[in-house]
């Protein structure tokens, strides 16, 4: 089994930076694709980022140029960058692994952005 741990989560003000992290643990054989989910209130989850086990990115249209998905493959940790952050980015975020051709999913972490 895998476990995902998140991290990084708290109140910001709009303009604000935070880091989230996300530990995969258990027993894990190889990870492929990471990626980062949030889910606001009254919304369906959505795609933040991902990065495949190469190393390619790709970005919501709404985040693109503020935020900054990365992994450590040695720590089995995804993070997600979030600069220049809006009321809009408040949400819960999930990351989301691919591991050992299973999706595995964290508890989320909440994130708030006031204006």
């Known amino acids: 089994q895998v476990q995902l741990v998140e991290s990084g989560g708290g109140l910001v003000q709009a303009g604000g930076s935070l880091r989230l992290s996300c530990v995969a643990s258990?027993?894990?054989?190889?990870?492929?694709?990471m990626a980062w989910y949030r889910q606001a209130p009254g919304k369906q989850r959505e795609l933040v980022a991902a990065i495949s086990s190469g190393g390619s990115t790709a970005y919501a249209d709404s985040v693109k140029g503020r935020f900054t998905i990365s992994r450590d493959n040695a720590k089995n940790t995804v993070y997600l960058q979030m600069n220049t952050l809006k009321p809009e980015d408040t949400a819960v975020y999930y990351c989301r692994i691919q591991a050992n051709n299973d999706y595995y999913w964290g508890q989320g972490t909440q994130v708030t952005v006031s204006s």
């Open positions: 258990g027993s894990i054989f190889s990870i492929r694709d």
